[in-house]
Every structure is written in C-alpha cells, then in structure tokens.
C-alpha cells in the first residue's frame, strides 16, 4: 500500500528569509507539513524539500516583479525584511517601498492570497526615542513621524477593504536566536562579546549606560514569534489585529549578567560603559586566530558581530516591556523562560562551532 502523501494546503512566501526572524519562521514552517515555503532575500539560500529560495532585490520595483511575478500559489506572505539607513526618517522610504513591490507583485497574480503578516517591533510605541509608556499596549497611540513601521500598517489597512486577504502585526521585543549576517543579533552581540573577553582574560563587564543595567525588559524567543506568526496568520479572530509577543516573563541584566557569564565561566566586574562598536573595531585578527584555535566555522568577523545593534539595546536606561495579554485572549499561550533562551541559544552556537 502507497504511503499517504501530505496535501499542501498554504504557500507561505517569507520575505526577509535569512534574518532571526524569516530564517527560524521557516524551520517552523518546515514541520507543517500542509506548507510549501518560498524565502526570499538578497543572498537567497539552499533549496531543500519543500522549500525554495529567490534572491531578489525588493527595492527594485522591476526586479521584484521579476523575481515573484510567477509565484500564482502564494497564500500568505509573511513579511520580515528590514533595511537599515543612518537616520529613522530615512528608513521610511526603502522599507515601506519592499513591501509595497512585494504586495503589487504577489496580490495580482496570486488568487488564493489570504493573509499579509507584517512584523514589527516596539518602535511602533517609541521604545528606540527614549522612556515610553509601559507597559505597551497596541491602542497605544502612535508617536510623532517618521515611523516606517506605522507606514507600513497604514498601507496594509489602506489596502485590505478592497482585497480578498487580512493582515496582522506582530510586534515581539528584541528577537534571538540563531542567524548569521544579521545586523539585529543580541545573543550573538553577547556570545561574541564573552568569547573575546575570556581569550583576552577579562571579566564579563555590561558595557552598557549604568541605568541600563538595572531597568526591566522582556526578550523574544525567535522560535516562540515563529509559532505565534503562524498562529496569527491562520486564525481568523486575529484578522486585521496586531499583537505584542514576548517570552512572558521580565528579568534586569543585573541579576541575569552574572549567569550569563557563569555559563562562559568567567568573573564579573562592575559595568562600565563603553561603545561596541568602538572597542570591538579592532578584534578581527584576533578573531580570525580564534577560529583557527578553536576550530570553529570560518564566518567573517563582519558576519558574526552586530556591535552598533548591541550598543543600542545596552543604551535602554529605562523599562523595556509591553503587555502581552491581548496574544493570550486571542488564544495563544505559548511561553519561554528567557534565561534559558538565552543559555539555549550560547549552546547553540557552540554546537554549531559558532563561537568557543
């Protein structure tokens, strides 16, 4: 007797496929087996079973349509590109321009489309001005422009009342996980950070503003924001809704820095503030020596570093949370202990030969 074989139901086309968020939404996806995944991104990527990679360049309205104008199976696009620019009013143009291309390129051609899920983040709240109201919730108002991700909803509203598909916002904390190449890294920031304090014998020292080490935040689980996108995506009561989703528990870097140094087996010392960026410039060779030392996996020092990005998270000298309760009425439930996350994650990478 033939094996049954799964029928596809959905076609899921992940823009932004190689970050911490598209990279660890495909690994999910992957065990559903009703999926065929499309990622999409710059680099593309290896094809496998049921998954396919395009590399395209969004800002190229042409080569967008290029690139996607044949994807006629395409159910839900689940948007994750980010593109990076000095200032926050010039992010504007370039991010709400991708997904712009994208949807013009998708919605034509593809009857079935069903559902557009946008990921956000806390800058929707103003987290990256300053203090801001928490904990956060998604009737927030929003703050005075620019702000590339309320663009980008507005369009989406905009849009829907003449489409056949809905939309929904997710709006995690700082997302880890596993992801090379990723400007927006926090645990590779720390794991690279507590690798080379240990080969230069350092202790573990928080680098960020002395505020920053006492105020209270929340993570989010790459992992746990695949599930709860899915989730979204394919629940009609979260149609047209934006959700915040975090791990469900806070924590303050100064209980939880001296565990995450025991895990590297190193001492501690009292913060001082210093610039990433700046000190952690002149480290390649020293890197490039390690991987050679440790045989570890010959990434670029550029593609395992996200210095500015950990210079900015270390800079909060005020909370940094929001209410996650709207995700659980709605019916998701789902949770992540963030210092397990965390020490999940530094094992990780040292599995995978990433750092010592």
Known sequence: MKPVQSVKQYTALVI?????????????????????IIGVSRRGGKDAPGLRYISADLLNEA????????????????YAAYQDRPTWAELVEPNLAMLVHVVNAIEPIAPNLQHISLMQ?????????????TPAKETDAHHMPPEFNVDQQRFLE???????WTWSALRPSVVCGFALGNPMNL?????????????????????????AYHSLLEMTDASLL?????????????????FNITNGDLFRWNELWPKIAAFFELETAPPLTLSLATVMADKEVLWNSMI???GLMNNSYESVSSWAFGDFVFSWDYDFF??????????FHEFVDTETMFMDIFGNLRERKIIP
Not at 121 to 133: N, S
């Open 226 to 242: 695949a599930r709860a996108t899915v989730w979204a995506a394919t629940s009609p009561r979260c149609a047209n809704q934006a």
């Open 121 to 133: 983040g806390y800058k929707v709240y103003g987290a990256h001005l300053g203090p801001f109201k």
């Open 322 to 331: 929001a209410d996650g309760s709207k995700a659980r009425r709605f019916g």
């Open 158 to 164: 905009d849009r829907e009342p003449a489409s056949s």
């Open 187 to 211: 645990a590779m920031v720390i794991g690279m950070y507590a690798s080379i304090s240990k080969e230069l014998g350092l202790p573990l020292r928080f680098p960020g503003k002395p505020g």
């Open 16 to 36: 932004g496929a190689a970050g911490v968020i598209g990279s660890n939404l495909i690994d999910y996806l992957m065990t559903l087996p009703e999926w065929d």
């Open 63 to 78: 080569d967008t349509q290029a690139k996607l104008g044949d994807l006629t199976t395409v159910t839900h696009i689940f």
């Open 292 to 294: 050679e030392k440790y």
